[in-house]
């Protein structure tokens, strides 16, 4: 058996599972130190089916802990980023573009210093050994403990940001690297930006993952712990502590994992309704399409890994307001305070929650307490949400054709009979819980994004050394080696770069190693076809 948990903004779920058999779904407000509702939400799961902890062979967690500290600029470690690039690149310094508050958070130290490849591998300038050290002089002397490394064009050409490492853990044995070419995709400043904000969570998902050990020993479990990530796979506690990063936007990619699960599409839009924000995310093959090109996070421009959504300010929580007979709903919600201040759960506050239960559509709470509100507040009210959410399909749609759409998540009553123009809505059984069920019934995944120069004869050796690559990386995140199975293999042409320059991306899916879940990545692969099916156009470096 596994258990699948989903920690959110609002509320914390979870879903006990034997197989694809759902035993037993809970749902609690999540808690300010997250692993108090955890607790809650296993209790409340005992409750649904008396299990015994020795019986659990995983335990999958979702959590927005990290892109919360982020977007709130708390808990961030100080880190110090060293790109190697020199004389280049200077004109644009790290950090460039990045929010001031968040800045401050993590103390803004920074190091350009010379090293780096042009575009066809020769080198920008030599890395000065002595220069690093006292680039690592420096470091220690502010006590920083985690550190970024860049280097431009250091996809295809790692070497600078090894060396570099090399000589700063040599100087410094405690500091935590972050290596940008493990982390980003070709675009220097995207790429960097996004292993500072890997660098930047390393104390903090020490403390996550700790907690999270912690939970589960108090519970009683004793199964392995992983974490989801926002491709819709999952990564082992360790593999985690390296990489926070892989867990932004893991929810929304929960949630469409579990609708594909849920209603047996795997091809559709999913719009999950929560108790802030609506997302709408498409499903291909079974999995989250990844966004294109660049993302913004938390007011940082990031190239990693991320699924393509589309969000609404809206929410089973969010606030509704009436002036000048106007209606207003969200983007403020009440969030987790909703079973406090909700008029259904005896508050004073109108809620998009309280509508739902006014028009009939949703049995929460107390309906007969929202029963007064004024039938056209109620009406506007709803009509303004499912505009909101129509608003965010359409972002994502490609065609006029219509599209499956798969209603999740607690909040998705609000729409059941209002997307009717994107397509045929479903509103699957367990739908308040499908996020929870995507962490506890997906596999453990791994993923090449490198250049590759490509010469006469050499193509079949290339995607061989990219699919061990993808191979060894899934099994590092967790899988069991011999279930790991290559999903997909896409290559694409640089003509602006020499040697036959060739983006090869390759994504490798495998089997959790406990108890029951030795299935090959047969299946996945044959659901993954189509998965993370960006643009497959080349980005420049810089």
């Known amino acids: 058996m596994r258990i699948g948990i989903d920690v959110g903004g609002t509320n914390t779920d979870a879903v006990l ?120 002089a420096d470091i220690g002397r502010a006590g920083v403990r ?60 020490d403390r996550v993952a700790d907690a999270l050990v912690s939970a589960m020993h108090r519970a009683g479990l004793s199964a392995p712990l992983f974490l989801t990530q926002n491709d819709g796979t999952v990564m082992d506690l360790e593999y985690a502590r390296r990489f926070p990063v892989a867990t932004f936007a893991s929810g929304p990619a929960n949630s469409m994992r579990g609708a594909a699960f849920l209603s047996g599409h795997d091809d559709c839009l999913v719009v999950d309704v929560g108790g802030t924000t609506t997302d709408v995310g498409v499903l291909a093959g079974g999995f989250p399409r990844a966004a294109p090109g660049e993302v913004m996070v938390a007011g940082v421009r990031t ?38 201040r909700a008029l259904v759960f005896g508050g004073d506050t109108i809620t998009a929650s309280d509508l739902a239960a006014a028009a009939g559509l949703a049995d929460i709470g107390d309906s007969r307490l929202a029963a007064s509100l004024d039938a056209g507040l109620v009406g506007q009210g709803l009509d303004t949400f499912a505009n909101r959410a129509l608003r965010a399909t359409r972002r994502l749609r490609t065609s006029p054709d219509p599209v499956p759409v798969v209603l999740v998540g607690g909040g998705s009553p609000l729409l059941t009979d209002r997307l009717a123009e994107v397509g045929p809505v479903y509103r699957p059984e367990h739908y308040e819980v499908a996020n929870a069920i995507g962490a506890a019934t997906t596999w453990v995944g791994g993923e090449v994004d490198r250049v590759f120069p490509v010469g006469p004869g050499e193509r079949d050796q290339v995607l061989e050394l990219a699919r061990s690559e993808a191979h060894a990386r899934a099994v590092a995140a967790g899988a069991k080696p011999d279930t790991v199975e290559i999903a997909e293999v896409h290559e694409s042409p640089l003509s602006y770069l020499p040697g036959n320059a060739t983006r090869v991306r390759v994504r490798a899916l495998g089997g959790l190693p406990v108890t029951g879940s030795d299935v090959t990545g047969s299946e996945a692969c044959e659901r993954s076809a189509e998965a993370m099916d960006g643009s497959d156009a080349g980005y420049g470096d810089g």
Request: proline residues 6%; hydrophobic residues 40%; glycine residues 10%.
């Open 146 to 205: 985690s550190v970024a490394i860049s280097s431009v064009f250091s996809l295809p050409y790692d070497e600078c940001e090894r060396r570099a490492a090399e000589i700063l853990t040599r100087e410094i044995p405690s500091i935590q690297v972050s290596l940008s070419h493990e982390i980003g995709r070709l675009g220097l400043l995207g790429r960097e930006n996004a292993t500072v904000i890997n660098a930047c969570l390393r104390d903090l998902v």
């Open 303 to 340: 190239n990693f890994r991320m699924p393509q959504l589309a969000s609404a300010p809206v929410g089973g929580g969010s606030l509704v307001r009436q002036e000048d007979g106007r209606v207003t709903v969200g983007p403020l919600s009440v969030g987790q305070e909703i079973t406090r």
């Open 17 to 136: 599972m034997s197989g694809n058999e759902i035993r037993a779904t809970a749902k609690t407000v999540t808690t300010g130190d997250v692993t108090s509702g955890i607790l809650v939400a296993l209790d409340r799961l005992q409750a649904g089916n008396r299990f015994s902890p020795q019986a659990i062979d995983a335990v999958i967690v979702g959590t927005t802990h990290f892109t919360n500290a982020l977007a709130e600029g708390r808990d961030l470690a100080p880190i110090a980023v060293v790109r190697l690039g020199l004389p280049a690149t200077a004109a644009l310094p790290p950090l460039v573009g990045w929010p001031g508050r968040l800045v401050r958070a993590i103390g803004g130290r920074r190091f350009v210093c010379r090293g780096g490849n042009e575009f066809d591998g020769r080198p920008i300038a030599a890395i000065e050994e002595d220069e690093l050290r006292r680039v690592a």
